[in-house]
T-cell receptor, first 117, second 114 residues
Framework: AQKVTQAQTEISVVEKEDVTLDCVYETRDTTYYLFWYKQPPSGELVFLIRRNSFDEQNEISGRYSWNFQKSTSSFNFTITASQVVDSAVYFC??????????????FGAGTRLTVKP | DSGVTQTPKHLITATGQRVTLRCSPRSGDLSVYWYQQSLDQGLQFLIQ???????AKGNILERFSAQQFPDLHSELNLSSLELGDSALYFCASSVEGDRIYEQYFGPGTRLTVT
């Protein structure tokens, strides 16, 4: 069964600090996809990144970067020079590629990030 | 704006009642997913439809049902409502193909059962 663990329930940082949100996953599949979503106080879920299990290259997008390590089953998310607008709940999710056209995505419990000015 | 629309935004109803939540996917997306977000259960996958057919089921109660219509919009029906059904219900859509793609979420419907 697929499972996603986000051990950090809440994190509070001061603006301009770097922060890393941890995500550990469990799956028996060799092919799977990992995602990060952001849920700001307004409530919508915003897609941030998708990564498949065959691509371990780290990705950087502006102040955001992701570190995918299959050896430790982790897909961590780092925000560099955090800003108040980064305050949100961040979710990591996993989808196993057992069937085409079937994307049963399982979410972690989320990490609430508060960035203080 | 994700391109996924959901109506209504808020819904307040009484226990025992039945409600229908509506979702229109992004243009071109054939798959629609429904999720429930509550404080105690987190974000849970309920059900997926692909081009009108049920494709996957998650933790969906028997009192809940969904369907996807020929125009690809979807409805989630919740009946015999209980206080514990109060939650934020999200609809999401995605393209499909030979790999798994990201899902784009609507703004959600906040259901309050009193």
């Amino acid at each position: 069964a697929q499972k996603v663990t986000q051990a950090q329930t809440e994190i509070s940082v001061v603006e301009k600090e770097d922060v890393t949100l941890d995500c550990v996953y469990e799956t028996r599949d060799t092919t799977y996809y990992l995602f990060w979503y952001k849920q700001p106080p307004s409530g919508e879920l915003v897609f941030l990144i998708r990564r498949n299990s065959f691509d371990e290259q780290n990705e950087i997008s502006g102040r955001y970067s992701w570190n995918f390590q299959k050896s430790t089953s982790s897909f961590n998310f780092t925000i560099t020079a955090s800003q108040v607008v980064d305050s949100a709940v961040y979710f990591c999710a996993l989808s196993e590629s057992k069937k085409i056209n079937n994307n049963d995505m399982r979410f972690g419990a989320g990490t609430r990030l508060t960035v203080k000015p | 704006d994700s391109g996924v629309t959901q109506t209504p935004k808020h819904l307040i109803t009484a226990t025992g009642q039945r409600v229908t939540l509506r979702c229109s996917p992004r243009s071109g997306d054939l798959s629609v997913y429904w999720y429930q977000q509550s404080l105690d259960q987190g974000l849970q996958f309920l059900i997926q439809y692909y081009n009108g057919e049920e494709r996957a089921k998650g933790n969906i109660l028997e009192r809940f049902s969904a369907q996807q219509f020929p125009d690809l919009h979807s409805e989630l029906n919740l009946s015999s409502l209980e206080l514990g059904d109060s939650a934020l219900y999200f609809c999401a859509s995605s393209v499909e193909g030979d790999r798994i793609y990201e899902q784009y979420f609507g703004p959600g419907t906040r259901l309050t059962v009193t």
